[in-house]
């Protein structure tokens, strides 16, 4: 592809672990990345690998929960890699506690990165992706939305991010958007290590049992949804939509 024709994407919380591996998958099927994360530094080393790979990639910082803040890293998206079409919403964060020691401000930042964010950023994307007639849009649910002890606030919001893809599916299939959500179960990210270390476990121990009770025996990694990602985001996916797919080494409810 040339700069003219090549498919934008714009991957969210895309500095490290499976939003990084995401971006630089893309970057290897031939799209523009827009790495986007919080913190627009951070979004270094990403960038780095997509460009010394011979891709074209643009660090982003942002606040997902933040409107102006989106819909001003949109517009520079658009102007400095071309109109975005691709959004994958992998943004998120982790407030884990019991119900009963479970603070609002705690809920209310999970919803608002998770939900909040992925809401903002595929509406401000789906504009460009109407213009066009073709879009992607990809969403991070987890098998946690089938209920997680722990983790009411991070079980909702992604439960939600399922509600929202089949929601998107509908509306913006008639313009040749397609919308489908991948649910991870185990992978191995930094994410999944401060679990471990708030569990008082080895981060070593807790991926060997999550890895008994998995039916292939091991634990995910991110290039196993990056993976996904591709396919979900290829011309050939464009009669998949409204789809979650569970990456999860076995069959779930």
């Known amino acids: 592809m040339t700069d003219g024709n090549q498919r934008v994407a714009v991957v969210s919380g895309a500095a490290r672990g499976i939003g990084a591996a995401i971006a630089k998958r893309l970057a290897s099927d031939g799209l523009a990345v827009a790495v986007l994360d919080l913190d627009e530094s951070a979004c270094g080393d990403t960038v780095a690998a997509v460009r010394d790979a011979g891709g074209r990639a643009l660090a982003i910082g942002a606040d997902v929960s933040d409107e102006a803040g989106v819909e001003a890293a949109v517009a520079r998206i658009a102007d400095e890699l071309g109109a975005p079409t691709v959004v994958v919403n992998n943004a998120g964060i982790t407030r884990d506690n019991l119900l009963f020691k479970m603070s609002v401000d705690d809920w209310d930042a999970v919803m608002n990165v998770h939900l909040r964010g992925a809401f903002l950023l595929t509406r401000a994307v789906q504009k460009y992706m109407v213009e066009q007639k073709w879009g992607r849009i990809v969403n991070l649910s987890s098998i946690s939305a089938l209920g997680n002890r722990g983790q009411v606030n991070y079980s909702a919001a992604k439960a939600g991010m399922q509600g929202l893809t089949k929601t998107l599916a509908l509306e913006l299939g008639p313009f040749g958007v397609t919308a489908n959500a991948i649910a991870p179960g185990f992978i191995a990210t930094e ?63």
């Not at 999944?192 to 070593?204: D, I, M, P, W």
């Not at 049992?209 to 464009?238: K, M, N, Q, Y």
Request: no cysteine; hydrophobic share 50%; glycine share 12%.
């Open 191 to 253: 994410m999944t290590a401060a679990t471990a270390e708030r569990l008082g476990v080895s981060f070593e121990d807790f991926m060997e049992a999550a890895a008994a009770e998995t039916p292939v025996r091991r634990v995910g990694l991110p290039a196993d949804i990056a993976h996904t990602a591709s396919f979900l985001i290829s011309e050939g996916a464009g009669f998949v939509s409204g789809q979650v797919i569970y990456v999860a080494g076995g069959p779930k409810d």
